[in-house]
Structures are given as C-alpha cells and as structure tokens.
C-alpha cells in the first residue's frame, strides 16, 4: 500500500519502519527542519532530559548509545531518533519542512494530502491510499487567552509556551514567571532560575513529585516502570494478582504508596518548603507522573526562586511603561517574560471538520478503538496516540497492530462492541484522571497494559516469564524485538491470500 504518515517522532518514525518492513511504500511529513517530534530543535526548551532513564526509553531494536547519560538530555533524544532515521533507511521517505495542510478521504481512492513547503511556500498534492497519524499528542501548546496581552507586549514582554522558548539567554538578567508545576515548567524554571533576575513559578496547583532516586539511592524505576508499580493503580478490568491488591491486601498497597508519599515528602524537603500538595500520592498517576526537577527545590531553599502556589495570573498589562503580571494573590509583578507549562491541545489541523466530528465524542475525545483504530473513518490509523510511561514501546506496538490490521491478521470485535468499549474506557478515563486524560490519549500509569491488550490481539506477546520478570524490573524492550519477526513470518503465510488486504484495506 502507499500509505502517509504525518509526524517524524517516536511514533511517525516506528510507524514508518515497521510498515516498510512490512511492504508498504511509505511517505512521512515532517513540518520541522529536522526528525523528532517533541525532541526536535524547534522545540526543547533548555533544562529538557527524559523522564525514562535511558535503558528504559528506546526502541526495541535500536538501543539508546551507551555513553548516553542514565536520563538524556532533549538534543541527545532527537539525535538517537535521527540515527535511528538513518540505520534503517528511512531518510529518504522523510519529507521535512513540510506540513500538512489537508489531509482528505476521497472514498475508495484513499487520502488526498495538500502539503506545503515551510522554506518556499510552495504547495504540493499527493495521493495515497491509507493514512497514518503521527502528529502527537503534545504538538500544539495551550497558552492561557490572559486579558491584556496587547498591553504587556507593547512594552516589550514575551509571552510563550515551555516549547517555543529554546534559548536560555532570552530569560538572562530578566524578570521571569514561569507557568504551571508539572515536569516542563519544573525543569524551565530551574534553567531560567540559573541565568534570570528573578524567577517565579506560578502554580494553580501542587502536584506531588517522585525523585529520580528514592532517598538517593533506589532509582525510581525499580518502583514505577515494573508491572508491580503499574498494578498499584486499579485498572478498568483488574485480574490476578491485582484483584488482591485492591481487594484483600489493599492495607498493603496503601502502606506502600503511602511510604512513598513519606519519603518524597522528606527528601524534597516539601514540608519545609510549603509545597506538600493536597491529596494523597496516588494522585501522582491521575494524568501524569512527574519526576521531581531537584535544581528548582535547592533554588527555592536558597531563596533565588519562588513557587507561588494556588496562585494564577489574573492578567498581563504595564506600569510605568514596564510590563507586569496581576496575580490572584493581589501582587503586580514585574514580568519581562512568561513562560507557560499549561498543557497542550490534542488537534488534528489537517483533517477536515466532518471527519473531526466523526472520530471524537461530544466532550471532543478521540473515539478510537485501542487509541489507533477510528470506528467509522476507512484507510485511517492513529500512531503514538497511547501516552505512556514506555512511549517508544508504546508506539512501536502500536505500529505493529497498525501492520497487522492491514495484512487482515487481527479478529476485532463487530462495530458496536468495539463503540461500546471505546465509551466505557474513555468514561473511565475520565473520572480516574478528574477530566485530565488527554481527550482520551493518556493511558498512564497502564503502559503495559495497554501493549498487553495490542499484542493479546495480534496474538504475539512475551512469554509468562518474561511478563513475570517485568513485575519486579524494568521493562526492557529488547524482549519485544521478536514481536516483528514472528508478525513477518506470519505476512509470508498471508501473502498466500491477497483478497484478506483487499479486507483490511477497506
């Protein structure tokens, strides 16, 4: 098939492998000068590094480099992903500086794509019969609409997202507020707090924090990136051991959750700085876990940072010809530049309206079965749509499903079920995160349930004892490489019979 991919991240970049490997004649649109995605140039803001230390945050087979630090930094991230590009040939099916501008169904035919130059402007058609999105969920910033922006800028402030700002002298000798208290506002505000006049970090609500290293020592993946870290959260349908967990030992889980809430307490020193949020540490897991930025607490211990918390900005404006922040707390501060962390939207600029209405809810979430499958749009697959703690896992499985769909190798569920299945996860969703589950792409803390579900289908998973290492270590995706090999052998046996392509094509 000739298929379109849009993006060139984690996601754009397995979708494009796996499905070359597979056969098809693939095409990627990258509207960045470079691959990456949310690690690209355009985009890192200074201070950016993962949250997966780097054994736990690679493709299956192509491992992060060795003399890369335990967590990389964003310029090291975006150059793995761009010799991963080049290792399996992909290069030349990458399109970069192009972005989409129109992707539309013309039935039978498949996709008509408008794409533009961002260097020449020049506009371009093409035609393909399936299309593959790999935009992100992360790759337009909400920046909150403040009342009298026109009058902060006028006298010269900046305001912009954690990912438009890129260059750590725009913040030198300035006075700065940084927006929001997840891990890119943290991590910004800890850079910023390093070079800038002032800094402070304006924070509606306190979220709780893991350190990298529990009490300095234990890394925290050996808690939080095993099967036994994800089964301390109730999953929608809870099985095995789960059950007593939630049932019968959840005096055990509490205990364990509520240790960690202790010892992070402690080691960030939260009770001294004022900052222990509301709630309980499970709350860490309603939408995202955050690693802990330990920069930003010695910066506030030192008093060279404030972290303004159950605070907001009320509005932006001038005085004396100065531009300023008005804060819900009664301050007027001055504010040369804000930089927000508040969020991003999950859009899909490029498909026409109509299809927009068909592939999400009435509250805007994707409707999409597995977080890939629409349920009534044809010759259109999602990739990197399930956020996760194993987001290169995550995606490249996904990218298998997505080949597997396409040889007519997965037996789905008839129309209704699988509608019916998508409402009650994304209901679920919904209430487990209080309203902050991405419009329906974040599945964290369920990383490896959600691979579980998408290789259970394809009917290629690790072995039980595998799956029974992983409750106790990191998941290490290397075990997952013979997932293509053993769907390969099986394209062999399909080839046998064209008309199942015919199938899944349409």
């Not at 169904?105 to 371009?124: D, F, M, Q, V």
């Not at 059950?243 to 240790?259: E, N, Q, T």
């Not at 369920?446 to 009917?459: P, Y």
């Amino acid at each position: 098939m000739k298929i379109a991919i849009i993006g060139a991240g984690f996601a754009g970049l397995s979708a494009a492998k796996v499905l070359t490997q597979f056969g098809h004649d693939v095409t990627v649109f990258e509207k960045t000068p470079d691959v990456g995605g949310v690690w690209s140039a355009t985009r890192r803001y200074p201070g950016l590094r993962t949250q997966n230390n780097k054994d736990t945050y690679f493709l299956s087979d192509f491992p992060m480099p060795a003399e890369y630090p335990e967590w990389p930094t964003g310029e090291q991230v975006q150059r793995y992903l761009a010799a991963f590009a080049k290792h399996f040939d992909l290069e030349r099916r990458i399109h970069l500086n192009t972005e989409v501008l129109l992707a539309e169904p013309e039935g039978e035919k498949g996709w008509h794509i408008k794409a533009r130059s961002t260097r020449s402007g020049l506009e371009s058609d093409y035609q393909f019969e399936h299309l593959v999105v790999a935009n992100g969920i992360f790759s337009e910033p909400f920046i909150p609409p403040y009342p009298g922006v026109d009058e902060f800028k006028a006298a010269g402030g900046r305001l912009c997202a954690t990912s438009e700002f890129n260059h750590i002298e725009e913040a030198r000798g300035k006075d700065v507020l940084v927006v929001g208290y997840g891990k890119s506002s943290c991590d910004v505000a800890a850079a910023i707090g390093e070079v800038a006049a002032s800094t402070k970090v304006i924070a509606r609500e306190l979220l709780w924090k893991m350190p990298r290293k529990i009490m300095n020592v234990l890394n925290y993946k050996y808690l939080m990136l095993t099967r036994m870290g994800e089964a301390l959260f109730p999953y929608i349908e809870v099985k095995g051991f789960e059950r007593f967990l939630h049932g019968p030992g959840r005096g055990v889980r509490d205990s364990m959750i509520g240790s960690l809430q202790k010892v992070a307490t402690k080691q960030l020193k939260l009770d001294k700085l004022g900052l222990v949020p509301e709630g309980t540490f499970d709350r860490i897991a309603r939408s995202t876990v955050s690693l802990s930025t330990d920069e930003l607490y010695e910066q506030v211990i030192a008093g060279t940072t404030e972290v303004a918390r159950e605070c907001e900005i009320t509005s932006l404006g001038a005085r004396d010809g100065k531009p300023v922040a008005k804060l819900s707390d009664g301050r007027t501060v001055p504010a040369d530049l804000v930089v927000c962390g508040t969020g991003f939207k999950q859009v899909v600029p490029f498909l026409p309206q109509s299809v927009q209405d068909e592939i999400t809810d009435e509250r805007g979430n994707f409707e999409l079965y597995r977080q890939i499958l629409p349920l009534t749009v044809k010759r259109l697959h999602f990739c990197g749509y399930n956020s996760s703690f194993y987001s290169p896992l995550s995606a490249e499985v996904a990218a298998l499903w997505i080949a597997a769909h396409l040889m007519g190798g997965l037996n789905l569920p008839p129309l209704e079920e699988r509608r019916e299945h998508v409402r009650r996860r994304l209901k679920w969703m919904e209430e487990r995160t209080e309203g902050k589950h991405a419009r329906g792409t974040n599945i964290i803390p369920f990383s490896m349930h959600n691979v579980d579900e998408m290789l259970d289908e394809i009917g290629i998973n690790v072995g039980p004892f595998t799956r029974f290492k992983q409750w106790l270590l990191p998941v290490n995706a290397r075990n997952y490489r013979m997932v293509t090999h053993k769907l390969l052998e099986r394209q062999k046996k399909v080839q046998a019979n064209p008309a199942r392509f015919v199938k899944a094509a349409h």
